[in-house]
């Protein structure tokens, strides 16, 4: 079976927003930790701690930022 026909076609870079990060139980990519880029991002609630991609939901642990806060904070 074969898709539509695209007539008079052309290609066209745009750049669009992505996440990247240490995916853990992506259900393609095996591993714990392992640095991905996703593929366009549509929307994200970091109030709900999710985003949804072109290809699939994500549930969004800590951001980058919280990196430096983790290696400054004094316990």
Excluded: K, N
Excluded at 19 to 27: D, K, Q
Excluded at 40 to 56: G, H, K, N, P, V
């Amino acid at each position: 079976m074969y898709g539509p026909v695209t007539g008079f076609w052309s290609t066209v870079e745009i750049p669009m927003t992505c996440l990247i990060g240490a995916a853990s139980g992506h259900p393609l990519l095996p591993g714990t930790g392992r640095v991905i880029r996703t593929s366009d991002l549509w929307i994200m609630s970091e109030e709900f701690s999710c985003a949804r991609t072109l290809s699939r939901w994500y549930r969004l642990g800590r951001p980058y930022e919280a990196i430096d806060e983790d290696q400054t904070s004094v316990s």
